[in-house]
């Protein structure tokens, strides 16, 4: 049973930074993280396939981080130079498909989500 737990959320201002981190029981292929703010879609932001080749939405593309480390079963997120538009829920989730896409609904297993604040 896959089970993903999110945390590190919060508050931070502008051109700041958080990491986002997610536990995990087991993984698929293929890990990511994705975001939703109020009112719009769940969007991709990263990737990561085989634990080595990321792929990121070129809105965070030079800011954000993504990373795996298998010996503490553990996801993260790096984020730097925050933006007010950064603002939402943010979710891991984990896919059998090895393209890593960037569709929320290539995603079978999903944590619960973490939420951050970006002020300006």
């Known amino acids: 049973q896959v089970q993903l737990v999110e945390s590190g959320g919060g508050s931070a201002q502008a051109g700041g930074s958080l990491r986002l981190s997610c536990g995990y029981t087991s993984r698929q292929v293929c890990m990511a993280w994705f975001r939703q703010a109020p009112g719009k879609e769940r969007e991709g932001v990263a990737t990561i396939y085989g634990g080595f080749f990321a792929a990121y939405a070129d809105s965070v593309k030079g800011r954000f981080t993504i990373s795996l480390d298998n010996s503490k079963n553990t996801l993260f997120l790096q984020m730097n130079n925050l933006k007010p538009e950064d603002t939402a829920m943010y979710y891991c989730?984990?896919?059998?498909?090895?393209?890593?896409?960037?569709?929320?609904?290539?995603?079978?297993?999903w944590g619960q989500g973490t939420q951050v604040t970006v002020s300006s």
């Open positions: 989730a984990t896919s059998s498909d090895y393209s890593c896409p960037l569709r929320p609904s290539d995603y079978n297993y």
